[in-house]
């Protein structure tokens, strides 16, 4: 029997409770190159308002016998994450806001990262499908008593959970500042404290390299482009208001390859310019989205952004292999709600394409310098859907911390940015290019959703 080309994917509802047994402060086990009272730079790609977040993510090991439980693996991964904040030093300083609201990284009487260490009574089995990302995974995640939203000033900037289960089996609930490290760099970070607790000894490859400074703004600042991206746009549509006041649900759906390829090929009719699988993924997602919830008035302007690694676009200098900051600039399509739901899907994927190809050097200079003359003060969510590519993070292959790929790696709730799809590798390192899309829709949205997704696809959809 032939797979569905796009199958919805569900996850129980579940309330899990668990019990703190201890937190750990994770100092660096030798010195570092820091004293008390020095600072760090970050450049203006590390401070835009949207890096201003800890991104969580949780991984689940199952193990074979509960004699390689809490403590060992408590053990194991602090004494790794230690050795690892030598090379990683500035992770075990804290943020604090400079003259303008600019933000450094300050090395001070609080530092190190913090480890949590919890137990659960329940089996990992008790927790349905690991392979779909499900909100009720919350208390995996360490957050302090009446922590604020987006609160980073004065934070450990790696703070982990480990949850060991009644199977013998944990999981690593992690979050890592955004303004240290873009996904690539989280994925070096994590790759090598796996690769130190796998081997028991410090391993880092690439050697991980600072150089905020290569991203200093110019003098004067030169904004040679308009930064569509960053604009404070009034919401004059229906989308915000209904997202924003109706609780949204998240929404997982299994998207095979041939999905993806069938796609790729309405996108690309004969004579247009090659389009990538994110380039035709990204628009589709985007169009059903905005069909789906019958975003009013049709002549008004919506916004598609997504972030572009542009790290193989610098060429003066070239970056360092073992750069961890954050190179990503944030690229922007525009489309009317008309031509968007009506209009051809290659169109909008060539809208998509063109925000990408026009991220260049150039582009991550004058965002640089767009920042530095109006550094944005609030997140912005007038007319916009932000899509999220995690599928080439080997987010799978970089966790392996000696007890094998994790089953499950990844993001777990996106309620909270409801304007916000992330695209997942689906499993460990899938070979066959299938992707998890998750997004987030008001209740009595999600059925015409999926009845637009699939349409393309012949209704091969379960």
């Known amino acids: 029997m032939a797979l569905p080309w796009v199958q919805e994917l569900h996850f129980p509802h579940l309330n899990i409770s668990i019990t703190i047994d201890r ?5 660096p086990s030798r010195p570092i190159p820091a004293k008390l009272g020095d600072r760090l730079y970050l450049s203006n790609l590390d401070d835009t308002i949207g890096a201003r977040v800890f991104t969580p993510t949780v991984y689940f090991y199952r193990l074979d016998n509960v004699n390689s439980g809490q403590r060992s693996v408590m053990k194991i991964l602090h004494d790794a994450l230690a050795e690892i904040l030598v090379p990683y030093y500035p992770l075990s300083g804290r943020l604090r806001e400079t003259k303008n609201g600019k933000l450094e990284v300050f090395f001070g009487t609080e530092q190190g990262a913090i480890m949590v260490d919890a137990h659960c009574k329940m089996a990992l089995a008790d927790l349905g499908d690991l392979t779909v990302p499900n909100p009720a995974w919350e208390p995996l995640i360490f957050k302090f008593p009446n922590e604020e939203p987006y609160k980073v000033l004065d934070m450990p900037l790696v703070i982990a959970q480990v949850t060991l289960f009644s199977c013998g089996g944990f999981s690593l609930g992690l979050r890592l500042c955004h303004c240290i490290c873009d996904g690539i760099g989280a994925m070096q970070f994590v ?13 880092t490859d690439p050697e991980p390299c600072w150089d905020r ?3 200093l703004p110019r003098n004067p600042p030169r904004v040679k482009f308009p930064h569509v991206e960053f604009m404070r746009i009034e919401d004059g549509s229906s989308l915000t208001m209904s997202l924003w006041q109706a609780k949204p649900v998240q929404k997982c759906y299994r998207v095979s390859r041939e999905f993806q390829t069938h796609l790729k090929a309405l996108a690309q009719p004969d004579g247009a310019a090659a389009c990538t699988t994110f380039d035709a993924m990204a628009a589709y997602i985007w169009r059903t989205w905005v069909k789906a919830l019958d975003v009013k008035p049709l002549e008004y302007e919506l916004r598609l952004t997504f972030s572009v690694n542009a790290r193989r676009k610098l060429q003066n200098p070239p970056l360092k292999d073992g750069f961890y900051g954050n190179v990503v600039c944030v690229a922007c399509a525009s489309s009317s709600v008309s031509e968007l739901v009506n209009g051809q899907i290659s169109d909008t994927v060539h809208l998509v394409r063109e925000a990408r190809l026009n991220v260049s050097e150039e582009y991550l200079r004058s965002t640089l310098d767009y920042i530095e003359m109006n550094r944005p003060k609030r997140l912005e969510f007038g007319g916009k859907l932000t ?10 292959e970089s966790a392996d911390f ?5 089953v499950y790696a990844g993001p777990i709730d996106l309620t909270p940015t409801p304007q916000v799809c992330v695209f997942l590798p689906d499993g460990k390192a899938d070979p066959n290019g299938t992707m998890v899309v998750c997004i ?3 209740e009595g949205v999600s059925e015409k959703f999926t ?12």
């Open 440 to 442: 987030c829709l008001p």
């Open 451 to 462: 009845k637009y997704l699939c349409l393309m696809g012949n209704e091969n959809c379960t």
């Open 387 to 396: 899509i999220t590519q995690w599928t080439r993070f080997c987010i799978y």
């Open 23 to 27: 937190m750990i402060s994770v100092m």
């Open 402 to 406: 000696g007890w094998g790929i994790p």
């Open 213 to 215: 400074e290569l991203f």
């Open 191 to 203: 790759r090598a404290w796996a690769a130190t607790a796998k081997a028991g000894t410090l391993l």
